[in-house]
């Protein structure tokens, strides 16, 4: 933990990158790996920003690679005693409050996102107490703490029907933590939202003057966009939308090229489902800026294949995702709403 991000006037430390692996090493770890998850009857959740050989893994192993949503519904659902989950520490949590009777593990703890950073839970509390009318919605990437004090948890993939939904019922809403994503659905549903004013390091990124240039190389390339990025990239964008429907659309599009504004762990599925395709990774760099992220989330990088062998060898207390009972239950309510609503729009 050697470099700093200075961030919404926050400062966190910034992780260190996993080491690079020889293939007899990455062998050996993938070997060790698939005895280890069937001694403990445990699959791999894993999302697709994690590193490519993570996801093949993943889908080896009989595990899962998607998005938060899924990722939530498959480790609820599925009858092993242990999810070893590939992301950031919310997706641990959530799975621990959706199943608490199953060991969750993680490669490693410190594993964040700086959505769930940027929103402490006693300054979202004050925050909340402002304005006790509103209806509380907030993104899968929080706390547990955070989400005990919501109404609703939502992730990209159904935040605008959700709000949609609550919009027609005249309810004004409190949106957190993504101020991109929060005014992206107060623009797709004229609610009434007030905004905490989060960000994410790895969308926040991408620059809108080398983006333009590049339509301009490729004009016949389509432009999908994940709604975390800023509006100015939004308003560029062909189609918006959470991680699988960005993966959907790459395969649905007639275009030949497609310029992708998300983190680029996604290529691995995309090209999946669209292998004779160009994919192009939208420009962090560029008019003097550098990148730090460079489009691939440095938390989610974090999820090596050393880490998860440690993780299933060793267990206990550095890998192993513990949520207080008393906010488990509270943060169980507004995540079970949103199991529910994404179950009704199937
Ligand atoms: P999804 O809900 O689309 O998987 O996105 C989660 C995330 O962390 C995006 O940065
Ligand atoms: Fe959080 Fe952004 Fe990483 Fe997603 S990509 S986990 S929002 S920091």
């Not at 994690?50 to 899924?70: F, H, K, M, R, Y």
């Not at 959706?98 to 060991?103: A, I, V």
């Not at 029907?161 to 949106?175: A, N, P, R, V, Y």
Request: with cysteine.
């Amino acid at each position: 933990m050697n470099e700093f991000i200075d961030f919404n006037q926050s400062i966190y430390p910034f992780p260190t990158k996993p080491a690079v692996l020889d293939d007899a090493e990455k062998s050996f770890y993938r070997q060790q790996i698939k005895t280890l998850l069937k001694k403990h009857n445990a699959v791999i959740v894993a999302h697709y920003y994690t590193d490519p050989e993570i996801q093949a893994l993943a889908e080896e192993t009989g595990g899962c690679v998607a998005d938060s949503l899924e990722m939530a519904r498959f480790g609820a659902n599925h009858p092993a005693s242990t999810l070893l989950v590939a992301g950031v520490r919310f997706m641990g949590e959530t799975a621990k409050i959706l199943s608490p009777q199953k060991t969750i593990l993680m490669p490693t703890l410190e594993a964040e996102c700086s959505l769930d950073l940027g929103c402490p839970s006693d300054d979202f509390r004050q925050f909340c107490a402002q304005h006790p009318e509103r209806t509380v919605v907030v993104y899968a990437n929080t706390s547990a703490a955070v989400k005990a004090q919501a109404d609703w948890v939502v992730t990209s993939s159904i935040a605008v029907e959700l709000i949609d939904h609550l919009d027609s019922q005249g309810k004004k809403i409190i949106w957190a933590p993504d101020r991109h994503l929060g005014n992206y659905v107060q623009q797709q549903t004229g609610a009434d939202i007030l905004c905490w004013q989060g960000a994410c390091i790895v969308h926040d990124e991408f620059k809108i003057q080398s983006l333009a240039k590049m339509r301009m190389l490729y004009p016949a390339a389509a432009l999908l966009v994940h709604p975390e990025s800023p509006q100015a990239i939004v308003e560029l964008a062909d189609v918006v939308g959470s991680t699988s429907q960005l993966i959907k659309a790459a395969q649905s599009l007639p275009n030949q090229e497609l310029i992708v504004a998300t983190d680029k762990g996604i290529f691995y599925k995309m090209q999946q489902v669209c292998p004779e395709k160009t994919l192009l990774i939208a420009p962090t760099a560029g008019e003097g800026a550098s990148c730090r992220t460079c489009a691939h989330c440095p938390w989610m990088a974090m999820n090596g294949l050393q880490a998860i062998a440690q993780g299933l060898q060793e267990m206990g207390a550095k890998h192993e995702i513990h949520v207080d009972l008393e906010l488990r239950q509270q943060a169980l309510r507004p995540l079970m709403r949103m199991l529910d609503f994404s179950t009704l729009l199937k």
